[in-house]
């Protein structure tokens, strides 16, 4: 639950070892450990999209530009969260330091919450339920298996991330572009059933 709120946590391995104790030792019952880790993940990630939408956008307007978010930047984030942000959310759960930042980049962006709880909930069930039932199924092989995943994984989103920054990096000005005129398209809209 803390990770998902934003604090860099080992929650992973936490649910790994909780789930190799369970096959070790039967002295829990790993039903209630998989669930104890999704309601901990979806309860955590509520938490930080609340912060996130209360508080993210002011203190990235405020000291966005120190690390280079720059107004556009911060439109073109609200722009790719309204229309990717379903896919953000449920795989950033997978994704170790995405995991820890995604609930609060998706209530600062302002992410429709209804649509955030469905891809949250979808993702905590997925990767804490996942990794509960696998490390517990396959017991102390997890330990084996999960070093050469790890880096696989690893390298995989490495490459995925960098394809990313690539993307935006190339397509910044026309990503923008479309997200200003989406912006102004809505503030007539709301301009109009004002008047």
């Keep these: 639950m803390m990770e ?4 860099p946590l080992p929650a ?7 789930s190799v104790y369970c096959a070790a030792t039967h002295r ?19 938490i930080g999209y609340m912060i996130g939408r209360r508080v993210g956008l002011p203190l990235l307007q405020k000291y966005g530009s120190r690390i280079k978010l720059t107004p ?8 790719l969260f309204r229309h990717h942000g379903s896919g953000i959310v449920f795989f950033g759960r997978f994704v170790a330091l995405l995991r820890v930042f995604v609930a609060l980049l998706a209530g600062a962006n302002h992410m429709p919450w209804p649509r955030f709880m469905i891809f949250n909930a979808l993702g905590g069930l997925c990767w804490a339920g996942g990794y509960a039932t696998g ?13 050469p995943a790890s880096i ?20 910044e000005q026309r990503l923008t572009a479309q997200a200003l005129r989406e912006a102004e398209a809505e503030n007539a809209a709301e301009g109009t059933r004002a008047a």
């Design 152 to 171: 696989g994984l690893g390298i995989a989103v490495a490459v995925g991330l960098v394809a990313s920054a690539v993307f935006l990096r190339r397509n």
């Design 135 to 147: 490390a517990y199924y396959l017991g102390r092989k997890v330990t084996q298996v999960s070093g």
């Design 28 to 46: 829990l019952d790993i039903r209630w450990v998989a669930l104890a880790a999704v309601m901990g993940a979806v309860i955590g990630d509520n």
């Design 72 to 79: 556009q930047r911060l439109l073109l984030g609200r722009f």
């Design 12 to 18: 992973e391995t936490l649910i790994i070892s909780a």
């Design 4 to 7: 998902s709120m934003g604090l």
